[in-house]
T-cell receptor, first 114, second 113 residues
């Protein structure tokens, strides 16, 4: 079975600073990787996904993530954050051929400070 | 607009009562899912369904039941057997296949009073 670890539960950062949210996964087979964002009392919105090909994936709202197979990581980055980026971010993995779809990490609360 | 609709947004239940959460999608997706979200624990899979009239237990199915009589609908019943039902419940749908992402509803916050 696959699992996802988000190493930081809370990440405070000042506005216009860069940010990296860390995600590591474990799986014995090939995986697909996703980052979702959740605003308070809302559902989840897809930021970006890695299926295959280029290991650098660009998503919405200026976010990007890099798939590193040797380190089993999929860290999310943004070069300059805004107050509006304050939200909870979830990393998720799915396994090819799995009907169970997504396994989620425990989430990282990003708080952007003025 | 295509999407997933969950209702109600907020729900209060007395202890010992069953309650049903609604989830409807018009995305023509085959698969539907129910997740439970608790603070600091991410999302945990309750039930999922790949096709009409078929569903499978997820990681935390005890105290919950579902039905899938129509492709568009996947209601979740929280029964009195669920010991700690207060949580945020999220419904999702997807077309199962290579790397397709799940689309989520806006959630239902259930509180037991």
């Amino acid at each position: 079975a696959q699992s996802v670890t988000q190493l930081d539960s809370q990440v405070p950062v000042f506005e216009e600073a860069p940010v990296e949210l860390r995600c590591n996964y474990s799986s014995s087979v090939s995986v697909y990787l996703f980052w979702y964002v959740q605003y308070p009392n809302q559902g989840l919105q897809l930021l970006l996904k890695y299926l295959s090909g280029s290991t650098l994936v660009k998503g919405i709202n200026g976010f990007e993530a890099e798939f590193n197979k040797s380190q089993t990581s999929f860290h999310l980055r943004k070069p300059s954050v805004h107050i509006s980026d304050t939200a909870e971010y979830f990393c998720a993995v799915s396994v090819s051929g799995s009907a169970r779809q997504l396994t989620f990490g425990s989430g990282t609360q990003l708080t952007v400070l003025p | 607009d295509g999407g997933i609709t969950q209702s109600p947004k907020y729900l209060f239940r007395k202890e010992g009562q069953n309650v049903t959460l609604s989830c409807e999608q018009n995305l023509n997706h085959d698969a539907m899912y129910w997740y439970r979200q608790d603070p600091g624990q991410g999302l945990r899979l309750i039930y999922y369904s790949q096709i009409v009239n078929d569903f499978q237990k997820g990681d935390i199915a005890e105290g919950y039941s579902v039905s899938r009589e129509k492709k568009e609908s996947f209601p979740l019943t929280v029964t009195s057997a669920q010991k700690n039902p207060t949580a945020f419940y999220l419904c999702a749908s997807s077309n199962p296949g290579t790397g397709t992402e799940a689309f989520f509803g806006q959630g239902t916050r259930l509180t037991v009073v």
